[in-house]
């Protein structure tokens, strides 16, 4: 158990549509990640936020965009979705020791 | 950039035996971290041992522990006594930490090895 959770588990949208998928991460942990894991792939970096500001970004267009608020909860929000988009999505938060603790992910389907 | 290559796609082992990951990774950086995360069917990303590159020391986790070669930017994963719940894929992962909670706490993944154990 991390203590980490993500919410919804699955999520189906059309190409076009606008997803916010959402991580609860511990108290304490200012520092969140959040990464896109196709079928069959490692993890990639979509971004980091730190004490509610963008803090780190991969090579990820802007319509990824992310908030983080205060209770150490978070969001990533996609726009414009297209079908490559389908993925598992992961959020981490920052623990002791700069040990990154995942949550269980979204499964994201883009028809 | 970082990065991490796992160049085993699938590897399987009897239980009770022994069997060992490999991942190599490039970096120019001195001090950073080293990872390797167990992901089973269930999708949870677990973490299952971590290395600091300053420390010559292997990390050991019960029956998991590291060959943590430095110069030859080489970590290979040695699970002893495989049991059937050590089925997953694994990824091994490098960070290099520090800043004001800065960019740095990025994790670069390798592609994974899927590990089976097989009764």
């Known amino acids: 158990e991390t203590g980490v959770t993500q919410s919804p588990t699955h999520l189906i949208k059309t190409r076009g549509q606008q997803v916010t998928l959402r991580c609860s991460s511990q108290s304490g942990h200012n520092t969140v990640s959040w990464y896109q894991q196709a079928l069959g792939q490692g993890p990639q970096f979509i971004f980091q936020y730190y004490r509610e500001e963008e803090n780190g970004r991969g090579n990820f267009p802007p319509r990824f965009s992310g908030l983080q608020f205060p209770n150490y909860s978070s969001e990533l929000n996609v726009n414009a979705l297209e079908l490559d988009d389908s993925a598992l999505y992961l959020c981490?938060?920052?623990?002791?020791?700069?040990?990154?603790?995942f949550g269980p992910g979204t499964r994201l389907t883009v028809l | 950039a970082q990065t991490v290559t796992q160049s085993q796609p699938e590897m399987s082992v009897q239980e009770a035996e022994t069997v060992t990951l490999s991942c190599t990774y490039d970096?120019?950086?001195?001090?950073?971290?080293l990872f390797w995360y167990k992901q089973p069917p269930s999708r949870q990303m677990i973490l299952v041992i971590r290395?600091?590159?300053?420390?010559?020391q292997n990390a050991t986790e019960n029956r998991f522990s590291v060959n943590f070669q430095k110069a030859a930017k080489s970590f290979s994963l040695k699970i002893s006594d495989s049991q059937l719940g050590d089925t997953a894929m694994y990824f091994c992962a490098f960070m290099k930490p520090g800043g004001r909670g800065g960019s740095n706490y990025k994790l670069t993944f390798g592609k994974g090895t899927l590990l089976t154990v097989n009764p």
């Open positions: 290395q600091e590159a300053y420390k010559q």
């Open positions: 981490a938060s920052r623990g002791r020791g700069d040990t990154q603790y």
């Open positions: 970096t120019s950086e001195n001090n950073y971290y």
